[in-house]
């Protein structure tokens, strides 16, 4: 009696930890961020400016050219400064090297007037908001342009990856402008791609494989967080493994 109880204590012991490894690997955080239109006809408002003072002087300056404590916004152009913004990067919290991506701390009206402000102060220049249509986009060959310019840094499912003074961000989180901005300015340590790299057409497959990504077709079988061959074959593994254990323990209290 002493053996058989200590061998179901082993088996359900087994049994709890696959349940909450199947639980763990299962389990998947969705958070989804909002972009702020395009600002074709934002004006500068008194408002405008004092959000501007208030938040962002202290570093950009109050003619947004710079100062010791943050660089010039001269020539940045709008998809710069709406990617920082939306995506809740700016105005830091902090000393950081790679702001992290938080709530964005304005309304999109906010955003336009701030990017309407800080272009009356510099004048326009840089790149503007990319229009992005998904419509006829080709998402295999979006795939492919992704592999070769994008997934050394972001991995190849686009959850990011390190390098060495910092990390790629993942594009979980990233609207479709805000990805397309990324692309044309190359933010913070990412490369900037112009026309002659990536088209305006290609740069839509591109978007259109990593939203992709969010929510694949998963066919046969559960996607198991799509965490890579490695992670499924150990969950397999283990519990086929349990399975068969409990299998074998049921045959054996039967006979």
């Known amino acids: 009696m002493g053996r058989a109880g200590l061998t179901d204590r082993v088996v359900w012991a087994g049994v709890a930890f696959l349940f909450l490894g199947a639980v763990a690997i299962l389990t998947d955080a969705a958070m989804e961020a909002n972009a702020s239109p395009l600002p074709e006809t934002a004006t500068p408002t008194p408002k405008s400016q004092f ?80 229009r992005v249509s998904l419509r006829d986009a080709d998402i295999a060959n979006g795939g492919v342009l992704f592999r070769l310019n994008c997934a050394a840094c972001h991995s190849w499912a686009s959850e990011g990856g390190a390098l060495v003074h910092g990390s790629a961000p993942t594009t979980v989180h990233a609207t479709p402008t805000q990805i397309a901005e990324a692309i044309r300015v190359g933010p913070d340590a990412m490369p900037s791609f112009g026309r002659a790299a990536l088209s305006d057409e290609e740069v839509a497959n591109v978007i259109a494989y990593v939203r992709g990504l969010d929510h694949p077709d998963d066919r046969g079988g559960f996607p198991l967080g799509r965490m890579g061959p490695l992670a499924e074959g150990a969950a397999a593994l283990v519990i086929g493994l349990g399975l068969l254990l409990l299998t074998v323990r049921w045959i054996g209290t039967r006979a």
Request: a positive charge.
């Open 51 to 130: 959000l501007f003072e208030r938040d962002c002087a202290v570093c950009h300056g109050n003619d947004a050219r710079g100062s010791p404590r943050g660089p010039s916004l001269v020539g940045v152009g709008a998809a710069s400064l709406d990617y920082w913004l939306s995506t809740g990067r700016m105005p830091a919290s902090g000393p950081s090297a790679t702001p992290p991506r938080r709530p964005p701390r304005y309304s999109p009206t906010e955003i336009q007037g701030l990017i309407a402000y800080v272009q009356s102060l510099t004048g326009a220049g840089g790149p503007p908001i990319p």
